[in-house]
């Protein structure tokens, strides 16, 4: 048994029961009752027929009817997930060239000379770019695929902008902190060695932080393909137009090929990102 | 931090500089590699003034100068190769640079390859730097330091991550080579036997000020002592 | 063998890795092959009538309906803009706020149970005592349930939020729950990996000094493992919050009162200019959110 009290949880502690608190306070301002979790008449036998068809996926339509000319079922599977991924591809190869431009600038490291003074305009320029960032990153990927959609119509450029915008916020944030917080002793010693304010950066600085920067890019391009097939409730025929279609007609069967899909992509994704963590660490 | 410093350092000499923990030695080496500024008087580098100097100039005048660092500051998820080739990044073009750093020429990795065989671990020279260990990256970041092509060698307390059976080998490695290249070297230590053993002149430093700044031979044995000695003032620290 | 031979030979020798390079080509093909596919209409970028759509809506439809009327004038715009705040922006900002908290309160609660299941040194037969403490030597039973956990926390967290709240509104019905359970669920799978993690990561000389004073797993984990986790998951907890937020606005769009409600409604009735002002709205709560998690993170922080 321990012998001496656990240690004091202190703030921690506070934050904890703070969170508690204001979970409760959401409760009951959002009028919600426990009731409400008991699914009811027609909904409940929806609830009933679509945990039934999980474990027979379809492998074909489940309509009675298909139109003649209508390609087999799983290569209208196949050329969702094609466009799913083809959408989040394009974005990220928009989003990673632009979220480093603006993550150098919104650094602290790339303004500063290593210890030395930073250079006169970096406080406006440093601010204003994190607030450029602050802005492309607060709205989403479907609020901006909302307005596209609003200025522009259904257009697969406006689809693929609308992920690439948020998500240059993002990798520009989260890699302006990466560099911040790495380790700045080789970009000490290559200025100590003579090297010029940009060599030191580049080799001295973001090195120590590029496996941090690769992996989080990688967790991006994840998130970048849920993202694309969420898109599909709007018009733009990925996975999540085709799952919600399935949906509507009460094709359950297909709905879970679908999200048996979806798993799989996932699942792949982890699996890849599990060994490129051990090669990098090894 | 420092106070009243006036130190001469002759072409070629080797200076160990002694004193306990933060009585100012990594600054000291700081400042005689300019990449520290002093608040009054001046460095001066083979007779020029570092404070005068703009700063392209003093990026030049610190390539003339290596420093190994304590901590080795090398990237551990590179290569050796692309360790030792950052020591060069203060002398040439961009482009240059860049190459060298991702696609070495055959002229930069033979030069690379033997500096690394005169510090003892020329097999390594592609290996992953983090896979090395502690006392094979401090030879690393020696070479780096000698791939600068410098006229003086600063070393930070090289012995600190080296157990004592090792230091005398690696001090003979530091003493050969300055005596090849010719070059002055201005070491801090904290291990004073072994400094006695090997240096001719040593410079004591206590709470920022000089101590000393003799030839061994003619410190008596109390000079040390003082050096080392608690401060009075303040009973309770370390 | 002569110099430039030997360096040869080290460079045939040295230690590649070959999927970490296989990966960055593949990533960069795809990128290209993504434009070159011909999925993406490329050509909309010349092309006019794009661009005169645009000029339309934002000189016509995106600028308020009093000032295309009457010119511009700080009045009119607030005449317009605070009916439109007052009825259903901030209504739908706090449902918003609401729904994230609970959800994150949630799936806080979800993930504290899930991670010990899932964290490979607390699920062994002797947890910190055997070994390296785990691996090859765990067996089966405990490496079934740390693997199997791992597996649905994925499960949980591979289906976006937007279509567990489409497959749960159809299923409970439109109140706030199917929001807050899409939230929950997705997050209790991320916030579940990160907490697992974490416990895997602690020093482990405190804990094996306390299992090997008898200990019992559920003592290690309520005692000792929980205050040492806290403060990191903590941190995880308040980043995801920030996520919260964002993906709570949006999830209005499916008929559940958030701010992505009246956001819908606004462009279902071609009311573009009250559509912009609730997204701008909807940034806004997004940034409030980012400063009270940053807020909160600094002060827990501080702390530990």
């Known amino acids: 048994m321990p012998e001496r009290a656990p240690p004091p949880l202190g703030r921690r502690g506070l934050v904890l029961a703070g969170a508690l608190a204001a979970g409760v306070l959401a409760y009951s301002f959002l009028d919600l009752s426990l009731a409400g979790l008991v699914p009811r ?95 492309m990153r607060s709205v989403h990927e479907l609020l901006w695929a909302v307005v596209f959609l609003a200025a522009f119509g259904l257009n697969t450029l406006s689809a693929v902008a609308a992920i690439s915008i948020p998500f240059a916020g993002t990798l520009a944030k989260v890699f302006s902190e990466m560099l911040d917080e790495a380790p700045r002793n080789t970009a000490f010693a290559l200025r100590a060695a003579g090297a010029s304010p940009l060599r030191v950066f580049l080799f001295g600085l973001v090195p120590r932080a590029l496996p941090d920067m690769a992996a989080y890019t990688f967790y991006r391009f994840e998130c970048a393909v849920r993202s694309s097939a969420v898109l599909g409730f709007f018009g733009y025929e990925t996975l999540g137009y085709y799952l919600k279609l399935s949906f509507d007609n009460l094709h359950y069967r297909e709905v879970w090929t679908y999200l048996y899909v979806l798993f799989a992509l996932v699942l792949a994704f982890e699996a890849w990102s599990g060994a490129l963590r051990q090669r990098f660490v090894a | 931090m420092l106070e009243g410093i006036d130190l001469a350092v002759a072409r070629g000499e080797v200076v160990a500089v002694v004193g306990p923990s933060g009585s100012g030695k990594t600054t000291l080496l700081r400042l005689l590699n300019g990449t520290l500024r002093p608040t009054t008087g001046s460095v001066a580098l083979e007779g020029v003034d570092l404070g005068a100097l703009g700063p392209r100039a003093l990026r030049r005048a610190r390539a003339r100068v290596g420093f190994v660092h304590q901590d080795f500051a090398l990237v551990p998820n590179l290569r050796v190769s692309q360790n030792v080739a950052a020591g060069r990044l203060g002398q040439r073009g961009f482009l240059a640079a860049t190459r060298s750093m991702l696609w070495p020429g055959a002229r930069d990795l033979a030069a690379m390859h033997t500096l690394l065989g005169r510090v003892g671990i020329e097999e390594k020279l592609f290996a992953r730097t983090d896979t090395l260990s502690g006392g094979e990256q401090q030879r690393v970041a020696i070479a780096r330091a000698l791939f600068q092509e410098p006229v003086a060698l ?64 003619q410190i008596p044995q109390a000079r040390f002592d003082e050096l080392y000695r608690l401060a009075e003032r303040t009973p309770g620290d370390a | 063998m002569t110099a430039a031979e030997r360096i040869a030979e080290l460079h045939a020798a040295r230690p590649r890795s070959p999927l970490v390079r296989a990966t960055a080509l593949i990533l960069a093909g795809l990128a290209l092959y993504a434009w070159l596919s011909g999925e993406i209409a490329v050509a909309e970028l010349w092309s006019g009538r794009r661009w005169d759509n645009l000029r339309r809506f934002l000189e016509r439809d995106a600028t308020p309906y009093p000032l295309r009327a009457d010119g511009f004038s700080w009045s009119g715009l607030w005449e317009w803009a605070r009916p439109v705040l007052v009825e259903r922006g901030l209504p739908g900002a706090f449902a918003t706020l609401w729904i994230s908290v609970l959800a994150i309160v949630l799936a806080g609660g979800l993930a504290s149970l899930a991670a010990p299941l899932g964290a490979r040194t607390l699920m062994a037969r002797e947890p910190y005592l055997a070994g390296a403490g785990g691996g090859a030597s765990r067996p089966l039973f405990w490496r079934a349930v740390s693997g199997s956990t791992r597996a649905f926390l994925v499960l949980l967290r591979a289906i976006p939020e937007y279509l567990w709240a489409f497959l749960l509104l159809a299923m409970f019905g439109a109140s706030a729950w199917p929001a807050v359970l899409a939230l929950a669920i997705h997050n209790a799978g991320i916030l579940g990996r990160l907490g697992a993690d974490t416990i895997e990561n602690l020093d482990r000389a405190p804990l094996r000094a306390l299992r090997a004073l008898g200990a019992s797993r559920r003592r290690l984990v309520g005692f000792a493992v929980f205050p040492l986790a806290l403060g990191r998951f903590l941190l995880y907890f308040f980043y995801r919050f920030e996520t919260c937020v964002r993906e709570a606005t949006v999830l209005g769009m499916l008929g559940v009162v958030s701010l992505g409600y009246w956001i819908q409604d606004a462009r279902a009735r071609n009311l573009y200019d009250d559509m912009l002002l609730l997204v701008a709205l909807g940034a806004v709560l997004v940034l409030l959110g980012d400063l009270a998690s940053y807020a909160a993170r600094s002060w827990v922080k501080k702390a530990s």
Do not use: K, N
């Open chain 1, 41 to 135: 008449g027609g909904q409940s036998r929806i609830l009933r027929e679509f945990l039934a068809a999980a474990l027979r996926p379809a492998l074909d339509y489940e309509a009675s009817f298909v139109p003649p000319g209508t390609p087999s079922f799983p290569r209208t599977v196949l050329a969702a997930v094609h466009r799913t991924l083809v959408f989040a591809a394009a974005a990220l190869s928009v989003s990673l060239p632009l979220g480093l431009v603006l993550g150098f600038c919104a650094s602290s490291v790339w303004w500063s000379d290593d210890g030395g003074r930073p250079r006169r305009l970096a406080p406006l320029a440093q601010w204003s770019v994190r607030l450029a960032i602050a802005g």
């Open chain 2, 154 to 217: 600063l070393a930070d307390e090289p012995l600190a991550s080296v157990d004592p059976a090792r230091s005398r080998d690696l001090m003979r490695l530091f003493f050969e080579i300055a005596t090849e290249r010719g070059l002055t070297m201005v070491v801090s230590m904290h291990d004073l036997a072994v400094a006695r053993e090997f240096f001719e002149r040593m410079v004591g430093l206590r709470e920022g000020r000089v101590a000393f700044d003799e030839r061994t031979s």
